[in-house]
């Protein structure tokens, strides 16, 4: 049977990539898609994912938007900079013909999950509000999950949006100290990590040659995103980010990781947003890691082979 998961998104030009990678993939079930602010404004970021559903004929495919704001601060802003304002890469977009359902994400994830408990697997591509918001609104949901799979954080490496942090978790670091403290396998792809998987600009140019619409779209808004890699980054390709968990869902043989439990600086001073594995006993004093479930933190990976299950699943052919 299918894994069912509910891909909580801030598409996003990785994002599109994640999604388009599930949704080309029989083993996985995409119940729904929730919206939140990251890599543009939620308005803009459940326009995005109503019109990726479309584009991958998937309009079967629930969206719920979700928070437009951190639980305990100003959203940072867009990260314009990275996927273009309208977050695809600045590509002409057509609005969509569908529209987001009445629910919120909170409450969507909370109906599906509590409806099947131990099926569904969240996967959080983006700031973790909704999920946190989830957690504290239903004390039982985490008991009936059957994990989160997650991009974001940086446990052993320095940060990508500040020296410290990782963007996603520097954009609600107190949503991400709830859900890195949920009472459920939590499996951390974070920099440590996606920094180890690039997909190149040669691979990047086979995607543009493939004749369907999900494709098409790739190549067209993959170009901003390589153009800011190369400028910032030196890079000749991308770092393959948000597509980690689909590939971690398909092939955790491919990885490998150590489970230490994981808090967040919820701080106010340079390293608000990093996250902290605890890989030593507090030897006196409190232990702020006390009580906290293991995480799954990814830190080794075969990168040509996730990247090849990535491209043939987005038809290049191998
Ligand atoms: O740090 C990478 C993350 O930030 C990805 O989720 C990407 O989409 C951006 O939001
Ligand atoms: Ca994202």
């Known amino acids: 049977m299918a894994r069912r998961i509910i891909i909580d998104t801030d598409p996003g030009i990785d ?27 939620t308005t803009v970021c459940t326009q995005n994912a109503l019109r990726l559903l479309e584009i991958a004929g998937r309009t079967d495919v ?6 437009h704001a951190p639980l305990a601060m100003r959203f940072r802003g867009p990260a314009d900079f990275v996927h273009g304002t ?21 409450e969507l994830i909370i109906r599906e999950v509590m409806a099947a408990p131990g099926e569904i697997t969240l996967v959080p591509l983006g700031p973790l509000t909704n999920v946190a918001r989830a957690l504290r609104a239903e004390p039982r949901l985490a008991a009936n999950l059957a994990g ?11 940060g990508n949006a500040t020296p410290a942090a990782e963007a996603n978790i520097v954009n609600d670091p107190e ?3 709830v859900v890195f403290g949920a009472a459920c ?23 543009a040659a493939v004749d369907n619409p999900r494709a098409q779209h790739l190549a067209a808004i993959l170009p901003y995103y390589r153009r800011f890699a190369l400028d910032r980054q030196g890079l000749d390709g991308i770092f393959v980010h948000d597509s980690t968990t689909i590939s971690y869902l398909l092939a955790p043989e491919h990885f490998t990781s150590v489970s230490h439990p994981v808090r967040v ?9 990093k996250t902290w594995a605890s890989t030593r006993r507090a030897e006196h004093g409190d232990d702020p890691w006390a009580g906290r479930p293991p995480v799954t933190i990814l830190t080794g990976v075969d990168a040509d082979a996730v990247v090849r299950l990535e491209l043939g699943r987005l038809g290049v052919p191998g």
């Open 15 to 41: 994002d599109a990539m994640a999604i388009f990678f599930a949704i080309a993939s029989p083993e996985l079930d995409v119940v729904a898609l929730t919206t939140v602010f990251g890599n543009a404004h």
């Open 62 to 67: 629930p969206v719920a938007e979700g928070a």
């Open 86 to 106: 309208n977050g695809q890469g600045d590509a002409p977009l057509a609005p969509p013909s569908t529209s987001a359902v009445a629910d919120g994400a909170v």
């Open 148 to 158: 989160i799979v997650l991009m974001g954080g940086n446990a052993f490496c320095g």
């Open 175 to 177: 949503a991400a100290d």
């Open 185 to 207: 396998p939590v499996v951390m792809a974070g920099l440590d990590v996606t920094e180890r998987i690039v997909m190149t600009g040669a691979q990047l140019d086979r995607i």
């Open 265 to 273: 600086d919820t701080g106010s001073g340079v390293g608000r947003g």
